[in-house]
């Protein structure tokens, strides 16, 4: 009877251990049980060192690759550990903490044909060798986590082995939560921990913002404490400075409603383009107030609130976030002629102005049209591939060809026309950096050719490709997959790029979710051109610059566009 009864309570234990149970949690949903924490100089440096582990751990630890853990929880179980505890108090939570998640197997050798290829490491992690700060224990065991044996993460996920995947970051969205934006304390920091740790383990782009990044995370952590709202986290997303970096969020900062009037810079001036919206206004007015904002003061906002890469998105920006609002008219300040005038126009919904300008974009234009007997243009916002056989039949007898990508591709065009129609010969147009996710902080250098029939891979000569001259049009709408076309055809040789600074913000885009179900976006790729130059923020080359001038809008006449013609006689 005693041996039945020790065969059952072992075969229980194998049981129990095979099949785990999820740890169970104090109720978290809606409250950390952190409506406020103390910033003295001690908690902030506790603070920045519990951030700093936990995010490694989450993207580090195998125990990541199928958990029952909440790493959410988890942080707001460590908080009261650590908060206000001793240096060494803390580093021996942090070290138990990481020990109890499992036992894990540590080899450089497991990462080698990854090391053996051109790659660079965006973050060293130099800060796990800190002993002064981390002690001896925890540091040499934050040292073995960084080649530990791991296959993927729960948390994220990769395409193809290539980038991290869009809607691959998968975390809580916490939308029911019962404060929305006023979150307590410990959930402000779960935004940010969440926020700065997966830019320091997976943005390419990492190194490039005007904030050093470890800074940023200094700089936010007594802020989230004592600031609610979406402000200061609308602050934080637009220290990336990416343009990709949006948030729909923004919204319930500046309002819903437009007033539907538009409008570009002309020299820092904020002039009326198209009164097709609003015939209060004639083209040429200057904007100089909206509901009593300046524009200096509209630029500013812009600039704090917005992720942009350049001045030129900047701009770009307030074009929009200037005229956004959340009452049904706005009062708005011009001068025409000399003479200070102002109207109350009314606000229409922002979402159905945007579908409207949208419209308006592509209206009753064509994909393709010759100019003159010898120059065709393209309009790379409307071509279809379906239309690559037609197109390149009338360019057939042709001196040149214009393209003008100032718009954003509609579909994947650059391989299957450009590629396909422009290339006599395969050529390498581009560096991805691309991340691991079984190594945060690396990235590999993939060079990517284009050229041939084939739309991937296959690349062939086309000794009947395209022989003419190509200029390419480019400004500040020109982004994303519009400037990665506009490398690629400049890859080609006797091509001319004309215009103006484009937005950079290239490759693909990640999305990230934070607590209020708060979205945002930003670049998963690193974009750089054979010869090392950085597309991210920079934008592509050009090489000749020139702007529309007021002029030349009042004319009706297209000034980068005649630009390009002096290129192609």
């Not at 490398?487 to 215009?499: D, E, H, P, S, Y």
Request: glycine letters at 6%.
């Amino acid at each position: 009877m005693n041996r039945i009864y020790l065969f059952l309570l072992f075969a229980g234990t194998l049981f129990s251990c095979s099949n785990p149970q999820p740890k169970v949690y104090s109720d978290y949903s809606n409250s950390s049980g952190y409506t406020s924490l103390a910033t003295d100089s001690s908690t902030l440096e506790n603070l920045e060192v519990l951030c700093r582990v936990w995010g490694y751990t989450k993207y580090h630890h195998p125990t990541f690759a199928d958990s029952l853990l909440n790493m959410d929880y988890e942080l707001f179980e460590l908080l009261p550990k650590i908060a206000q505890e001793d240096k060494d108090t803390r580093n021996k939570v942090l070290y138990t903490w990481i020990s109890g998640l499992g036992e894990f197997e540590h080899s450089k050798k497991f990462y080698q044909e990854h090391l053996n290829v051109p790659h660079e490491f965006i973050n060293n992690y130099d800060w796990t060798s800190n002993t002064a700060v981390l002690g001896d224990e925890l540091s040499q065991l934050l040292i073995e986590l960084r080649y530990a044996k791991r296959k993927s993460n729960t948390y994220i996920s990769q395409v193809e082995g290539q980038h991290i995947a869009q809607n691959g970051i998968k975390e809580a969205p916490y939308a029911d939560h019962s404060s929305k934006y006023n979150f307590d304390s410990g959930f402000r920091l779960l935004q940010l921990f969440r926020y700065w740790t997966i830019i320091d383990s997976y943005c390419p782009n990492r190194n490039i913002t005007d904030t050093p990044w470890d800074d940023v995370l200094r700089e936010y952590i007594p802020r989230v404490i004592n600031e609610k709202g979406i402000p200061v986290i609308l602050e934080l997303i637009s220290e990336l400075d990416d343009t990709h970096a949006y948030t729909e969020s923004v919204h319930s900062l500046f309002g819903n409603y437009i007033a539907p009037i538009a409008v570009n810079f002309f020299k820092d001036k904020l002039i009326v383009i198209d009164t097709n919206t609003y015939n209060e206004f004639q083209v040429g007015d200057e904007i100089i107030s909206v509901a009593g904002l300046t524009v200096p003061y509209l630029i500013a906002r812009e600039k704090k609130y917005v992720s942009n890469s350049n001045k030129a998105t900047v701009l770009r920006g307030v074009t929009t976030t200037a005229l956004l609002s959340k009452k049904g008219s706005v009062l708005v300040e011009y001068i025409r002629d000399g003479k200070k005038k102002q109207v109350n126009v009314k606000t229409i919904s922002y979402y159905d102005y945007y579908h409207y300008k949208e419209g308006i974009k592509r209206g009753n234009k064509k994909a393709f049209r010759m100019l003159d007997d010898s120059i065709g243009y393209i309009n790379a916002g409307i071509l279809l591939n379906k239309d690559g056989e037609r197109i390149m039949d009338s360019l057939k007898n042709t001196k040149a060809v214009i393209v003008d990508i100032r718009n954003y591709p509609t579909n994947s065009i650059h391989f299957a026309f450009f590629g396909k129609y422009f290339f006599p010969t395969p050529k390498n147009h581009v560096i991805w950096k691309q991340v691991l996710v079984t190594l945060p902080g690396y990235v590999y250098l993939n060079s990517h050719e284009v050229g041939g029939y084939d739309i991937f891979g296959q690349f062939k000569d086309n000794p009947s490709a395209y022989g003419g001259k190509v200029v390419i049009l480019v400004n500040e709408q020109t982004q994303s997959s519009a400037e990665y076309l506009a490398m690629l055809i400049q890859a080609r040789q006797n091509t001319t790029t004309v215009g103006s600074q484009t937005a950079g913000a290239d490759g693909n885009v990640v999305t990230i979710t934070l607590p209020g179900n708060i979205k945002f976006w930003f670049s998963g790729l690193g974009v750089l051109y054979p010869d090392g130059t950085d597309s991210q923020r920079n934008g592509v080359k050009v090489d000749v610059v020139v702007y529309p001038t007021l002029a030349g809008i009042k004319s009706g006449r297209d000034e980068v566009l005649a630009k390009a013609l002096e290129f192609v006689d």
